[in-house]
């Protein structure tokens, strides 16, 4: 009896230090274990909302900055982040153009792949001599498109813009323009991939722009 109560209380001593041991090793291995668990990295993330890839932009043209006639479809070959506003915008047109200023900066020698583009809803104020001044203040690489209203409109109605005149009570000027705030981006194709809400992070568009650069 005393010899089978020495084995068991023996047994269960070796057990207990078997256990701790083991839960050593777990405690060592555990971030290698949740690691392995976690499977592969994650793809990146976007920053905007996709768009079917395989939906082309509309071709519409245009007056540039310089006077000359510009056509969308000229600037296939390059990424294009288009974005429509106007230069008496007191708020969203210069923060929109800011931050188009500021994704090529992150992205360095990759921002030449790319052309910035501001289309203006108020053709009727924003000439190529205005357009120019105002674009190329944030870059002058930027390109600034205005044109006759019919053409403003449709181009602008392709991507869901929508805009109207307003007189707000307490400003001098003659008339405000409230319109939809997005930007677009368009791959070397021409087609349509992507729409920015307003102040979306810079790095995630830029990250977005080189992954389909590199397509």
Not at 35 to 42: D, I, K, S, T, V
Request: hydrophobic share 45%; glycine share 8%; proline share 7%.
């Amino acid at each position: 009896m005393f010899k089978r109560d020495s084995f068991q209380l023996l047994f269960a001593i070796l057990a207990a230090l078997a256990l701790v041991i083991l839960m050593g090793l777990a405690g060592a291995f555990a971030p290698n274990i949740l690691e392995a668990m976690r499977g592969p990295a994650p793809t990146p993330t976007v920053g905007g909302m996709v768009i079917d890839k395989d939906t082309p932009a509309r071709n519409f043209t245009l007056t540039d900055q310089d006077g000359r006639p510009l056509k969308l479809s000229d600037l296939r070959g390059r990424a294009v982040m288009l974005f429509f506003g106007y230069t008496h915008c007191p708020d969203i047109c210069p923060l929109s153009m800011g931050e188009f200023k500021a994704v090529k900066k992150v992205l360095g020698d990759r921002g030449d792949e790319v052309a910035f583009v501001m289309v203006s809803l108020d053709p009727s104020r924003d000439t190529p001599e205005v357009m120019k001044r105002y674009v190329e203040a944030f870059d002058p690489d930027f390109i600034g498109l205005t044109g006759d209203e019919n053409t403003v409109h449709s181009a602008s109605a392709d991507y869901g813009v929508q805009f109207e005149k307003q007189k707000p009570p307490g400003t001098a000027a003659t008339y405000l323009i409230a319109h939809t705030a997005f930007s677009y981006l368009l791959d070397r194709q021409g087609r349509w991939r992507m729409t920015y809400p307003f102040q979306t992070p810079v790095d995630l568009v830029a990250g977005d722009i080189v992954r389909i650069l590199d397509e």
